[in-house]
C-alpha cells in the first residue's frame, strides 16, 4: 500500500504507528501514514536553529526564484512521495479519493498554491509593505531611516485543517521569508503539504527546513507549544484553547459576507451572480466564502433569487468538470451539519427559502452525502443562524439598517461592502472586526495576493527593533 | 514481521509445571483467605454472602472464575483493616493508594509483598546494566504509592542505595484536565532539574526508574550514557511499540532497558527482550504464580482469547497479604505464547482499553 512517510528535517522516517488515509465512499484504506510519536517530535525540535540557518544560507532573491521553480514542480511535476511517485493527476485523485472534493475544485486549488509560489516576490511586498530585502538578508538597512527587523521565533509550527488544498498557499511564504516549517497535516488530507515539501526540495530548499509530522492532537499541540510561531486551523473549539497565545496565529470560522449599502441596494439584481460566487465557489469549504448577505432592503428578493440560483448546483460525479459541489467524507457530518441547520430553523425568525428549490437539504448520489446549497432568510442579526458557517454553500440574508453596519456583522473574515456611500466606507474602514475589506464588486472569495488577511506572515514571524549603528574608526596600526 | 506464535514442544512439559504450581498455590491461598483463623474480614463477609465456601468449591486456578470479578471500587474508603489477613495480624502494615486519579483514593495494605515482588524482579535485571552495589534514582510517581519505596528496596536488596525525587501525578492530571500544558512543562522540567541535581553531585548513581515520558524529557537534557547511567526501569504508563523502538534507536544508547507493566495491586510483570524483528513489540509475564495477566474476552472475561488476538487485560494476585481475583483493568493487549523463561502466557502491546479510553486521562508524568 501506498505508504506517507513523516520528514523530519527532510529525512523520511517510517513509523511503527500509521494511520489509513480512507477514500471517503468506500471506507477502504488507500494509504497508510505514518504517525509521529510526542517525544519523537520534541526531539527534533530541538535542531530548529540549526534547521533555521540552513535557509538563512539563501538570499531573500535566490529563495523567491526557488519558489518560481517549485510553483512549475509543485503544478506539473511527478514527485516523490514515500517509496512511490506522484503525478499531478495521482495528486488529484488521491486528494479527491479522501476528501470528496471534486477534481475540477482541486485543480483550481492548485492553480491558487501554484500562484502563490510564483506570485513571491509580490506577495512578500505585500506582506513587507515594500521592505527592501537587504532587511531579510542582513537584519537592517541603513538606506534612508536605519530599520531592523529579527525573526521572533526559530520556525513555525502549522497545524493545518482537511477542507481544501488552497489554503495552503497561506503558510508558503514563511520559506521566502527564511523560517523553517514544521507541519502536522490535517487526517484527510496529509497530500497538499507533503507535495509542497517535495516541490520545494527538487527546486532547491534545504530539507532541514521542512518537518511534517502526521501526529495525533497531543503532537498537535505539542508542535503548537515547541515552535517559536503558530498557525492553527480548526473549527472554533480547536482555536479557542490558543486564543489567549499571541505565539499562536489563529484561522477559525470566516464569517465572511456580502454587504450591499443603500445607495446600491435598488440594483441588487446586478450584484446576485457575485454573491452566488462568495457562498458557493469551492463548495462553499472556505472561510473566505461568504456565510452572510447583510442588506439594508429588498432582503426577501435577494434570499429567493440566490436560492434558485445555487439550486442549480447538484452532485456530480468526481471528474466531471461540471461538479460544484463536495459530498462529505464522513456522511455523518453532513447529516449532523444539516440537523443543526434545522434546529436552527426551529426557532422563530427563520426560513430556508431553498427548499421550495429542492427535494431535501441532505441528500445521498450515488453512495455519497452531499449538502446542498442553502439560503436562509433570518428576520434578526440575534438569530441562531444569522452568523453561522458550515462546511457546504450555506448563506444567511438579513435586512439591517445601514446605520448598525458594521457593528451589528461581528468579527468578520472578508467584508464585501458594495456601496459609495463614504461614511458607511469610513466606518467600515474604522471598524477593528473587518480582516479584509473588499469595496465594491469583488467576491468575497477572490484574493489578491499583495493583501494578506488573518494576520500578516511578515508580522507574525518578525518584529521591529530600533536600531542605530555607528562605525566604529580603524584601530590605530591595523592593516589598511 | 511478528514472531511466531507457536510454542514449541520442548516448553510444554515446564508449561504444565507452571501450571500446577499455579494450581497448588491458589489452593493454598484460598486456604489462607478463607480461613478464620488467616483471612481478612473482606473476604470471610464476601464468603459468608456467597452461599458457598471456597475452600471446598475452588481447587484450581479456572475455579477462580465462581468467585466473580474484583471491583477495584471496593477499595476506595475504608476501614482499611478489613482487608487485612488475620494470619498477619501484629505485622507493620503500608497503606498503598493506586493510581493517579482524584477523589477517593483506592488502596491496599502491604506488609512485606512490595519488598517479595521486588527481589523477584532483581533476579530479572542483567547485573551489567544494573551493577550489583550502584546506587539508583527514582524519578517517577512518590508519594502514597507503593513504587519510591519498592524502588528503593530494590536498589537496597542489590547492594546499594536509592535518591529519589518528589512527582504528583495527582496534579499533573488536573493540570493536564484544565489545559494548563505550560505548567504541566514547567512542573516537569522542575523533576527533572531535580534528578539531574542529584545525579550531578552523586556520581555513584548508575540505574534509574523512570516513567516513558520523563526518559523522553531527561534525554532532552543529557546523554544518558555520558551521565554514568548504565540501565533503565521503566514504567508506569503505555509503551508502544513505536516509542520502543524511538527509545532505542535515540534515547538509551545502548543502556539497558527493563520495560515493565504493572500497578500496586499486583506485582511487576517483566517484559522478555524487545527486538526489531519482532515489530519492537513488548511482551510482558507476569510474575507466576503470586499474580497472573491475561487476556479475555471483554464481552465475556471468563474466556480467555487465542494467541494473537486482542482482548480485555485480566489480573489475578495471589498473595498471603491480598487476594485479587479476576480484576479487568482498564487495559488491552494481545494474548502472546509462553516464553522460555516464563513458561506461561504474556501479553503483547498493552494499551488503554479502546472503549474506556475516552474516560481515562493517562499522565504525563
Known amino acids: 500500500m501506498l505508504h506517507i512517510p513523516i520528514l523530519r528535517h527532510g529525512r523520511e522516517y517510517r513509523s511503527i504507528d500509521t494511520a489509513p488515509a480512507v477514500h471517503f465512499l468506500t471506507r477502504e484504506p488507500i494509504a497508510e501514514v505514518s504517525q509521529a510519536n510526542f517525544g519523537l517530535i520534541r526531539r527534533d525540535l530541538m535542531k530548529q536553529e540549526a534547521a533555521r540557518e540552513t535557509l538563512a544560507r539563501f538570499s531573500t532573491r535566490e529563495l523567491i526564484e526557488l519558489c518560481e521553480r517549485a510553483g512549475e514542480i509543485f503544478l506539473n511535476g511527478t514527485l516523490p512521495l514515500g517509496d512511490a511517485q506522484q503525478s499531478p493527476q495521482d495528486y488529484v485523485e488521491q486528494t479527491s479519493a479522501t476528501t470528496g472534493m471534486p477534481w475540477v475544485l482541486i485543480r483550481r486549488n492548485m492553480a491558487k498554491v501554484h500562484a502563490m509560489f510564483t506570485s513571491m516576490e509580490t506577495v512578500l511586498n505585500g506582506l513587507t509593505r515594500g521592505l527592501s530585502m537587504e532587511v531579510l538578508d542582513r537584519g537592517y538597512s541603513m538606506a534612508g531611516s536605519p530599520i531592523s527587523f529579527f525573526p521572533r521565533g526559530a520556525s513555525m509550527g502549522v497545524v493545518l485543517p482537511s477542507n481544501s488544498p488552497a489554503v495552503h498557499s497561506l503558510w508558503i511564504p514563511a520559506i521566502a521569508l527564511k523560517t523553517p516549517l514544521v507541519l502536522k497535516p490535517g487526517s484527510a488530507e496529509p497530500w497538499t503539504p507533503i507535495r509542497i515539501i517535495q516541490a520545494f526540495l527538487q527546486a532547491g530548499a534545504p530539507p532541514e527546513a521542512f518537518c511534517y509530522y502526521p501526529t495525533d492532537h497531543g503532537g498537535a499541540n505539542e508542535i503548537l507549544r515547541s515552535t517559536g510561531r503558530g498557525m492553527l486551523f480548526g473549527d472554533v473549539g480547536a482555536v479557542k484553547h490558543w486564543a489567549t497565545d499571541p505565539r499562536i496565529e489563529l484561522h477559525g470560522p470566516g464569517y465572511s459576507k456580502v454587504v450591499i449599502g443603500d445607495d446600491c441596494i435598488d440594483d441588487w439584481e446586478r450584484y446576485i451572480d457575485l454573491i452566488a460566487r462568495s457562498i458557493a465557489d469551492n463548495g462553499g469549504r472556505s472561510c473566505i466564502n461568504a456565510s452572510g448577505v447583510w442588506v439594508t432592503r429588498h432582503a426577501d428578493k435577494i434570499a429567493e433569487a440566490l436560492a434558485e440560483r445555487l439550486s442549480t448546483i447538484r452532485p456530480r460525479a468526481a471528474d466531471d468538470p461540471e461538479a460544484g459541489i463536495a459530498p462529505f467524507a464522513n456522511p455523518e457530518v453532513g447529516r449532523r451539519i444539516s440537523g443543526m441547520v434545522d434546529a436552527g430553523l426551529a426557532e422563530p425568525g427563520a426560513r430556508d427559502v431553498s427548499a421550495q428549490y429542492r427535494p431535501e437539504r441532505c441528500v445521498e448520489w450515488q453512495g455519497c452525502t452531499y449538502v446542498l446549497p442553502t439560503i436562509v432568510r433570518c428576520d434578526a442579526p440575534e438569530h441562531t443562524l444569522a452568523n453561522k458557517e458550515y462546511l457546504f454553500p450555506f448563506a444567511s440574508v438579513l435586512e439591517v439598517a445601514e446605520s448598525e453596519i458594521p457593528e451589528v456583522l461581528g468579527p468578520t473574515l472578508v467584508v464585501t461592502a458594495i456601496t459609495r456611500n463614504p461614511l458607511l466606507i469610513n466606518r467600515l474602514l474604522a471598524s477593528p472586526h473587518v480582516g479584509r475589506l473588499n469595496i465594491g464588486a469583488v467576491p468575497t472569495n477572490v484574493i489578491s495576493w499583495d493583501q494578506p488577511h488573518e494576520g500578516n506572515l511578515f508580522d507574525h514571524l518578525y518584529a521591529r527593533r530600533a536600531f542605530q549603528m555607528v562605525e566604529e574608526p580603524a584601530l590605530a596600526g591595523a592593516a589598511q | ?365
Open chain 2, 1 to 365: 514481521m511478528a514472531t511466531s506464535l507457536t510454542i514449541p514442544s520442548s516448553l510444554e512439559p515446564r508449561m504444565a509445571e507452571a501450571r500446577a504450581r499455579l494450581d497448588a498455590w491458589t489452593r493454598e491461598m484460598i486456604q489462607w483467605h478463607f480461613s478464620p483463623e488467616t483471612g481478612a474480614p473482606f473476604w470471610l463477609d464476601y464468603a459468608a454472602k456467597l452461599g458457598w465456601d471456597p475452600r471446598k468449591e475452588i481447587h484450581n486456578y479456572e475455579d477462580l472464575d465462581k468467585l466473580g470479578f474484583f471491583q477495584d471500587e471496593w477499595l476506595r474508603g475504608g476501614p482499611v483493616e478489613r482487608w487485612i489477613p488475620r494470619g498477619l495480624a501484629g505485622k507493620p502494615i503500608y497503606v498503598f493508594e493506586t493510581g493517579g486519579s482524584t477523589g477517593v483514593p483506592k488502596s491496599r495494605i502491604s506488609s512485606e509483598d512490595f519488598r517479595v515482588d521486588y527481589e523477584h524482579f532483581s533476579e530479572t535485571l542483567p547485573n551489567e546494566g544494573f551493577p550489583k552495589g550502584s546506587d539508583w534514582i527514582h524519578v517517577g510517581p512518590s508519594g502514597p504509592r507503593r513504587l519510591r519505596l519498592a524502588v528503593e528496596h530494590l536498589a537496597q536488596h542489590r547492594g546499594g542505595t536509592c535518591f529519589s525525587v518528589d512527582l504528583d501525578p495527582r496534579w499533573v492530571i488536573k493540570l493536564i484536565k484544565r489545559g494548563a500544558m505550560a505548567e504541566v512543562e514547567a512542573y516537569k522540567r522542575h523533576v527533572i532539574d531535580q534528578a539531574l541535581t542529584i545525579m550531578k553531585a552523586h556520581d555513584s548513581v548508575q540505574c534509574m526508574f523512570t516513567t516513558p515520558k520523563l526518559l523522553e524529557a531527561l534525554c532532552e537534557r543529557i546523554n544518558l550514557r555520558k551521565a554514568g547511567i548504565k540501565g533503565i526501569f521503566c514504567g508506569g504508563t503505555e509503551m508502544t511499540p513505536q516509542w520502543v523502538r524511538f527509545a532505542h534507536e535515540e534515547l538509551l544508547e545502548g543502556v539497558a532497558f527493563a520495560p515493565t507493566y504493572g500497578n500496586t495491586l499486583m506485582g511487576l510483570a517483566v517484559s522478555r527482550p524487545v527486538k526489531a524483528e519482532d515489530g519492537w513489540a513488548i511482551v510482558y509475564y507476569p510474575p507466576s504464580p503470586r499474580a497472573m495477566v491475561e487476556v479475555v474476552n471483554p464481552q465475556k472475561p471468563t474466556e480467555v482469547v487465542g494467541y494473537g488476538e486482542t482482548g480485555r487485560v485480566r489480573l489475578t494476585t495471589l498473595t498471603r497479604e491480598f487476594f485479587v481475583p479476576r480484576f479487568l483493568e482498564r487495559d488491552e493487549a494481545e494474548r502472546d505464547v509462553p516464553y522460555e523463561k516464563y513458561p506461561w502466557d504474556g501479553v503483547r502491546n498493552v494499551r488503554p482499553f479502546q472503549k474506556l479510553e475516552k474516560s481515562v486521562v493517562e499522565g504525563v508524568y
